[in-house]
């Protein structure tokens, strides 16, 4: 298979501020790639780049064989975007919605209503079509913006957080519907899920302040974790007493309060007596020991700090 979507040393600056800096890496056709990164991390800089709605500062990117900057119509006929705002236009129903992105992509009427009747009812909105949008939920306007972004059968598809705000049902019908594309289509996709990117993705890449940090299927990102025991600890005294002194242990690689739960890397140099001594009989609950899974491996990697 070739490489569908290249990126060789992109970087992209607002003045002083560097969103992406010297990034490269590719993306196999047919497969759906995962870009995972914290807020501010650089993740929408590169869709935008990736969809010619932004310019690199310099370095180059091709999507579908074509440069971004040089061929940007063509890049634009091959591919559907969902971006992270619901930008449908409020003064048509639904489905003029639909049709209007239809006859910009040069589709046939015999085409493009039996598409769309085929993705409404996918997505539960057949009976709303004829509605307008600011009338419908915000998971509602979610979904017929994806509905959107698939009208023209686009070759390669950008996600960018795209089942943000739907109900469980509604995106496991969307995760199912981009596993049956694997293979026939190229997806790039950005999300906060991380269940999302573990179910869905072939190769997920993590960013952080606007590079690449590590690369690998699910499986192999996990396998990073390894390198440390993670154990969930229940306390009956100062959680947070106990966090910071767990933190300033040397064979504890992190410790984190979640969920009223104490969570600790250990590194593999420590063991189980150990960690038990440092917390008190009498105050301990329970101490169990759990597979990483790849949120662990994404805190792990890009830290607990809350990003604006």
Partial sequence: MNDEIELHNVTRAYG???????????????TLFGLLGPNGAGKTTL???????????????????FDVVQEGDRVRSLIGVVPQENNLDRYLTARENLIFHAKMHGLSPSFYNRRIDELLELM?????????????SGGMQRRLVVVRALVHDPRILFLDEPTTGLDPQSKRAIWDYFQSLKGKRTTFLTTHNMEEADFLCDRI????NGSPITSGTSAQLKEMAESSWFYEIEVAGNREAYVQALQKLAFVESASLQDGQIHVFMKKEGNLGSLVEAVALRDLIKISSRQPSLEDVFLKLTGRRIRE
């Fill in 16 to 30: 002083s501020l560097v969103a992406v800096k010297d990034v490269s890496f590719a993306v196999r056709q047919g």
């Fill in 47 to 65: 869709v935008k780049i990736l969809t010619t709605l932004l310019k690199p500062t310099s370095g180059s990117a091709r999507v579908g064989g």
């Fill in 124 to 136: 539960g909105l057949s009976e709303r079509q004829n509605d307008f949008p600011n009338k419908f």
């Fill in 205 to 208: 890449t993590i960013i952080d």
